[in-house]
């Protein structure tokens, strides 16, 4: 790597990065700009996984781990979700920053193991009390309840994520950046993220004693289930002791339905996003009473005037293992054309994040544009709505103008005439 610029990783690296298996000495770095991208790096990773999920699962089960709508949903929600990214500079990187180098009491130095393994511990500590506030104050659970939404349980809802909720876990991070550099913080916010994709399946059951210190796929599908002993249990982002510490572990029992206990019932992200921040909106005004309205906001999603904050566990809907999720019926073929163009819009949404420093921020916006006017279509279509069709020729007409203009353009330069068609 250049002087100053983010260092290289080896494939060996960043396969161990996933499982937060990179040593303080191959992890440690002096500034902020030499922390490798672990999370763009590992994309070939997750597609890997994702497919070796799918063999695994049609060999033990002669069943694909998940359906195509609601697949395309997860990665499309999880593209939205990187949006900001392209425009902006991580909001945690940044405020982290700001603190350090205005506030910082003193400074733990950056090569020590030492100071590698308490950011491990204080990364994840801070994790676990931004989630436990995610499903416990009902403005936090509006944006952190897209991660829950999708009815299967897959390596694709690893990445079904919120638009809006780095926008609140930024200010968990920020006691550490009196003492702690940038530049471990930067590598252990990436690891703590990256861990957490693998134990979304169902096809890892149980790890043995690692299920006493670690988070696991078993202790994460209780977090992700509906049944009434699930919810808001097992927190934990790479370890599972805050749980255990604070009470709010769970072991995995009955058969887990997953999903919300008040499912959304669409496939488009932008509804997904949207949708539980309108209710409480809703719900802000039907209230009556100040103080009551602010308990609408910042009490639990549950509550309501009489009950207490976290609302009545009595009224979590019973699971009666007859639920069925929703999966409008669509033709085959329509299956097939949403997979062929979704798989369009991940070329260009790659592209895009490939070329973004040498584009002008007006065609960078277009593209930003096309790609959610692309992602909501798609939603509509596998929902079967009668106003998808006329959206998605719209779509294609103005992909073919913006195209014809060369304003889009793939990686792959012999798909030029295949997209035009």
Not at 326 to 342: D, I, K, M, S
Not at 378 to 404: P, Q
Request: proline share 7%; glycine share 6%; aromatic share 16%.
């Amino acid at each position: 790597a250049e002087a100053g610029g983010p260092r290289d990783t080896a494939p060996g690296q960043q396969l161990r990065a996933l499982f937060y298996a990179l040593p303080p000495g191959e992890s440690s770095f002096r500034t902020v700009e030499e922390v490798p991208d672990y999370v763009e790096k590992s994309i070939p990773f997750f597609i890997a996984f994702i497919g070796l999920e799918f063999a695994v699962s049609w060999i033990q089960k002669r069943r694909l781990p998940g359906r195509i709508n609601d697949g395309i949903s997860s990665l499309s929600l999880g593209i939205l979700s990187r949006l900001p990214d392209v425009l902006f500079r991580s909001i945690e990187l940044i405020s982290y920053i700001y603190v350090w180098n205005n506030y910082r009491l003193f400074e733990l130095p950056w090569d020590s193991p030492w100071t590698w393994y308490l950011t491990l511990l204080g990364v994840d500590f801070a994790y676990y009390c931004f989630h436990r506030m995610s499903h416990e104050v009902n403005i936090l659970w509006a944006a952190h309840q897209v991660h829950h939404s999708s009815e299967d349980y897959n390596l694709f809802t690893a990445l079904r994520q919120s638009v809006v909720q780095k926008y609140t876990s930024w200010m968990f991070n920020l006691p550490m950046a009196f003492f702690i550099p940038p530049s471990v913080f930067a590598v252990h916010l990436q690891f703590n993220l990256l861990y957490q994709f693998w134990i979304h399946t169902e096809v890892i059951t149980k790890l043995g004693p690692l299920e006493w210190i670690l988070n696991t796929p078993s202790h994460h599908r209780v977090h992700h289930g509906r049944n009434p002993y699930c919810i808001d249990k097992n927190y934990g982002g790479t370890l599972i002791i805050w749980d255990r510490i604070f009470g709010t572990f769970e072991a995995e029992d009955a058969k887990v339905v997953y999903g919300l206990t008040h499912p959304v019932n669409s496939f488009d992200p932008i509804m997904l996003q949207l949708r539980p921040l309108a209710h409480i909106w809703n719900t802000f005004w039907a209230t009556p009473g100040f103080c009551n309205k602010l308990s609408v906001i910042f009490k639990g999603p549950g509550w309501g005037p009489g009950k207490p904050r976290l609302g009545l566990p009595e009224e979590i809907p019973e699971i009666t293992g007859k639920e069925v999720p929703f999966n409008p019926h669509v033709p085959a073929y329509l299956n097939c054309y949403a997979l062929v163009h979704f798989a369009v819009i991940v070329d260009l949404y790659t592209e895009l994040l490939a070329s973004v420093t040498i584009l002008s921020q007006g065609t960078v916006l277009l593209r930003i544009g096309f790609i959610i006017l692309s992602l909501v279509s798609f939603g509509l279509l596998m929902e079967n709505k009668s106003k998808a069709a006329i959206l998605e020729i719209i779509r294609c007409l103005v992909f073919i103008g913006v195209y014809k203009l060369g304003d889009f353009r793939s990686q792959f330069s012999f798909l030029g005439y295949a997209y035009e068609v």
